[in-house]
């Protein structure tokens, strides 16, 4: 039996320009900023959960702990979810437990839409877009319902190419539609080994975010000073310093501080153990229920003055994440059990089958921006197979980051987490 290869791609963008006070409604800001509300019914709201579900699992399963990782587990995610509409059986029965999908493929990405329509907005110092797109195979047979469904709900227009004559050209095309989409900074999502002449449909996500900070740190501020790794190690770092009100929270020996964005829509957050050494316990205690109390917690406390260090970051990483998702207990969508019979109809023996999953990352963090790129390829393949008041000021809450931590960029407003990432020191001396 053959297995004809279908890819997913998934490109996720955030730029992010200093940040300003979380907001509940629509208030105007000095420089006429106003927040942009995002209401979700409760079936979104479920979907949310599963994404954020996911979110924790896959970033167990994914590089090693003593390793910097930023991933998008909101792209894969959304990619995954242009596939697992047209799963059926023993596939999708996989994908949903793993994927934390809340609806059946005929219904999931109707629920979804109003995360996605949430993810579209454009106003005073910040942009947020998602963009999804099919790249499928000249004659190849699409189920009319599929496109229909995803074409209203995903906004994935279909687009032809011919990955029989010409893969690579097909593989420039779409890496070209993903650069476009992420302004630039992922350029090439998918290698050549990842688009070959059996290669069917490749489905693109792709999610832009630019934003400022509601007080950029000082420049002058800035200091090349001791980071500790995990290992003890002290390495030169630039860390950035600033004196502002934050919600911030400390409990277990965590310390925990939201940074938010202008506007209020997304947040920056950062979770930090107290000793240096402490960061690979927590994320290996950390789970979807206590990451939510972490975060309940956070929205509710109350911003309090913060001398606030964090380090200037750069962070990369392109991975295939099969083997993840393998680990989870996705097995039938990669070999000759898959069954996307509800997406494409492949002629004679042929088997829809995903044969990759193609992660790419950026993240850059400086004073006064922060920008950062996701993006996820999946391919299916052919294969031949048989805080308290006091009577005076409390004295400010030191929030340092000279030592590994864990962060989250999310969107208050859905709660849905777009990024999640660990800084364990500078690749090299600053």
Do not use: C
């Not at 059996?198 to 900070?213: D, G, M």
């Not at 920056?268 to 205690?285: H, I, R």
């Not at 005076?392 to 859905?414: E, G, M, N, S, V």
Request: net charge negative; hydrophobic share 45%.
């Amino acid at each position: 039996m053959l297995l004809a290869r279908l890819g997913i791609a998934a490109a996720l963008l955030l730029t992010s320009f200093g940040a300003v006070k979380a907001q509940e409604t629509v208030e105007a800001q000095e420089d006429g900023a106003a927040f942009i509300p995002a209401p979700i019914n409760p079936a979104a709201d479920a979907a949310v959960s599963g994404i954020n579900h996911f979110t924790i699992d896959l970033f167990k399963h994914t590089g090693r702990p003593d390793d910097n990782l930023f991933l998008s587990p909101a792209s894969v995610s959304t990619a995954m979810a242009l596939a697992y509409r047209g799963a059926r059986g023993a596939t999708a029965d996989e994908l949903r437990r793993v994927l934390y999908f809340s609806a059946p493929p005929e219904t999931y990405l109707s629920v979804q839409a109003p995360i996605l329509r949430a993810m579209t907005f454009s106003a005073t110092g910040r942009e947020l877009s998602t963009n999804n797109s099919l790249w499928v195979q000249d004659g190849l047979s699409m189920s009319p319902v599929y496109l229909a469904d995803t074409a209203a709900n995903a906004g994935a227009g279909l687009r032809r190419v011919d990955y029989r004559a010409d893969p690579d050209r097909a593989r420039v095309t779409i890496n070209q539609w993903v650069s476009d989409k992420t302004h630039d900074r992922i350029n090439n999502l998918l290698s050549p080994e990842n688009v070959t002449d059996s290669t069917r449909a490749i489905l693109v996500n792709t999610i832009y975010w630019k934003a400022h900070w509601e007080t950029a740190f000082p420049a002058a501020g800035t200091k090349t000073e001791p980071f500790r790794r995990l290992d003890g190690k002290a390495i030169p770092a630039s860390l950035m310093h600033q004196d502002a009100d934050y919600r911030v929270l400390e409990r277990d020996g965590i310390k925990a501080i939201d940074l938010p964005y202008r506007g209020g829509e997304v947040s920056m957050t950062v979770l930090m153990p107290n000793k240096a050494a402490g960061l690979p316990s927590f994320e290996a205690g950390l789970t979807d229920a206590t990451l939510t109390k972490w975060l309940v917690a956070l929205d509710a406390a109350e911003a309090q003055r913060t001398i606030l260090t964090l380090p200037k970051m750069h962070l990369e990483w392109r991975g295939d994440l099969v083997s993840a998702f393998r680990a989870m207990g996705v097995n039938a969508a990669f070999d000759a059990r898959a069954d996307f019979s509800g997406m494409a109809t492949v002629p004679g023996d042929q088997v829809l089958a995903i044969g990759a999953i193609i992660h790419q990352t950026w993240l850059d963090v400086d004073e006064e921006a922060s920008e950062a790129a996701a993006a996820t390829a999946v391919v299916e393949d052919v294969i031949i197979s048989g805080m308290l008041n006091a009577p005076k000021p409390k004295p400010p809450f030191i929030f340092r980051a000279d030592k590994p931590f864990l962060f989250l960029l999310r969107d208050r407003r859905t709660h849905a987490i777009l990024f999640i990432g660990r800084y364990t020191g500078p690749e090299k001396a600053d």
